[in-house]
């Protein structure tokens, strides 16, 4: 990769973050700003794009637990959205003419519309990654509706280019029987530089396999990963990837850029087809609120799926080289693609915000019969609450339950992690606490003490303005991992805050010196 793109992408990436917008805004810029004053992708940007991608895709099926695929909002969501969104963009662009105006015969709108049908899972994921919701209610149901739509891709390409598998495709079922072997394999990598070896390895290795047996490879990347989803190494292996998908990613970001040079008519083009992304939330929203979900979880994932994919580029790209439709399509849906891109960036911020400003008037779609994971327990004989039960919280969980006993709960919005935890006898609750129904039928009137033990200081900040909004009186007590991040929550009302780094070297310390004195 030459120095001028990692140059724009740093100084764009930085200038995004500083008008408070997400970063990957101002590498999509640089990739277009690269363009127009006359630089081209080559192979090397194009590797890292699809590495991305692959360790993405990878990464994922780690985190992904089959079930929720089978689950019928997941599944039945995804097929009923796809099928409405292209049957009646398709109807209303015959009825109204608007396919005779863009000079399109019926083959090329259909595709055209088919390929909108797809949210990304590039912006998605990383979306949810950044405020660390990929393991709540709405998070794991876009990233499901996300696998379903990358599955339905893959059967596309496979009958558009009439190119189907090979007999030694049937060899990939004995996969699942490598499954002890490839995690016995991340057993043996330990913890240093060669688990993240391994990752690479793995992901890299199942995308190959697929290639070679004529099936796409990012599907064999993502049931690898699926494989070894559950195992004891499958979250520190992730961990490890993260900043190497992070890192690989920018360059999928820089070479959306590169798709070619736009003409006023295709922004103007482009800019159309983006105002169908509020008709994307709708149809999301309704399809699932009919499922019965919750009004929240509707809400959020269908924002969250509000944009157009880079599988859809894909799509378009292959049917280009077919002579199905124009080059000029591609150029047009890359920008509708990168404008969708910072649409999404940008709401999804405020996204728990907006919920809680309009959720009076959403309530009316919302079904009165609950789904039985929308089923939520309380805690009794609470006084302490430990919210976010990873291993920081499970610590102080443990700590606390040692000198109160049974008046400590622990609550986490992973539901497979709580499962565990109360099989272990720890008195735990599956509930999002960024959720403002969870508090509105929470009795805190006992609660002395809240406890946030999360990672994102953004998370934090969200859950200490729905607790003051639920009236809760008693004392909120927070861990961050950057010094800079303390007075931004205490600014917010909570009351005390815990440097992660700082507070173990002091715990450590002092747990040594009482070692010495109890030896004196």
């Known amino acids: 990769m030459e120095f001028i793109w990692i140059l724009f992408a740093f100084i764009c990436g930085l200038a995004a973050k500083s008008m408070q917008l997400p970063s990957l805004i101002g590498y999509l810029f640089a990739g277009f700003t690269l363009h127009f004053i006359g630089y081209e992708a080559d192979a090397s940007l194009q590797t890292l794009a699809r590495l991305g991608i692959t360790l993405m895709l990878f990464t994922i099926g780690l985190k992904l637990n089959l079930k929720d695929l089978l689950k019928r909002e997941v599944w039945l969501g995804t097929v009923s959205h796809m099928a409405l969104w292209t049957g009646l963009l398709f109807s209303f662009g015959i009825l109204s003419g608007i396919i005779v105006i863009f000079k399109l015969n019926l083959q090329a709108a259909a595709i055209i519309i088919f390929a909108l049908s797809f949210s990304s899972t590039v912006c998605i994921i990383k979306i949810l990654e950044d405020s660390g919701e990929m393991t709540t209610r709405h998070g794991r149901l876009a990233v499901g509706v996300l696998v379903i739509q990358d599955i339905a891709a893959v059967i596309f390409l496979v009958i558009a280019t009439g190119k ?37 390895f793995l992901a890299l290795g199942g995308y190959e396999v697929f290639e070679l047996v004529g099936i796409k490879g990012d599907l064999g990347a993502l049931i690898t990963g699926l494989l070894l989803s559950g195992s004891k190494k499958a979250t520190e292996l992730s961990k490890s990837l993260l900043s190497f998908k992070d890192l690989f990613l920018i360059g999928f970001f820089l070479s959306i850029g590169f798709t070619a040079l736009p003409t006023w008519s295709m922004l103007f083009t482009a800019s159309t087809l983006t105002l169908l992304i509020l008709l994307k939330f709708a149809f999301f929203f309704f399809i699932f609120s009919l499922l019965r979900l919750r009004i929240r979880t509707s809400f959020l994932a269908a924002l969250a799926l509000s944009n157009y994919s880079e599988f859809g580029l894909i799509v378009l790209s292959l049917c280009s080289e077919m002579k199905l439709i124009d080059k000029e399509w591609l150029v047009i849906l890359a920008l509708s693609i990168s404008i969708s891109f910072v649409i999404t960036s940008v709401a999804y911020r405020s996204a728990h915000v907006l919920f809680t400003r309009i959720k009076q008037h959403l309530k009316r779609f919302e079904s009165k019969l609950r789904l039985k994971e929308d089923l939520y327990l309380r805690p009794t004989n609470a006084e302490i609450l430990v919210i976010g039960m990873g291993r920081v919280g499970k610590g102080a969980y443990q700590a606390l339950n040692q000198l109160v006993g049974d008046k400590v709960w622990g609550m986490d919005a992973n539901r497979d992690r709580v499962k565990a935890q109360k099989h272990r006898g720890l008195h735990v609750f599956q509930g999002d606490a960024e959720d403002p129904d969870v508090w509105e039928q929470f009795d805190l009137s006992a609660i002395k003490l809240i406890m946030l033990t999360l990672p994102s200081a953004q998370d934090s900040n969200n859950i200490s303005v729905q607790l003051r909004h639920a009236h809760y009186s008693g004392k909120i007590a927070a861990i961050t991992r950057y010094e800079d991040e303390n007075a931004a929550l205490m600014h917010v009302g909570i009351d005390q805050v815990f440097n992660f780094y700082n507070e173990a070297g002091t715990g450590f310390a002092e747990e040594s010196i009482r070692l010495i004195n109890s030896n004196s």
């Open 164 to 200: 189907t598998p090979t007999f030694w495709a049937i060899a990939l079922f004995a996969l699942w029987w490598l499954k002890p072997v490839l995690i016995r394999l991340l057993s043996y990598a330990g913890h240093n530089e060669l688990l993240p070896l391994a990752g690479f």
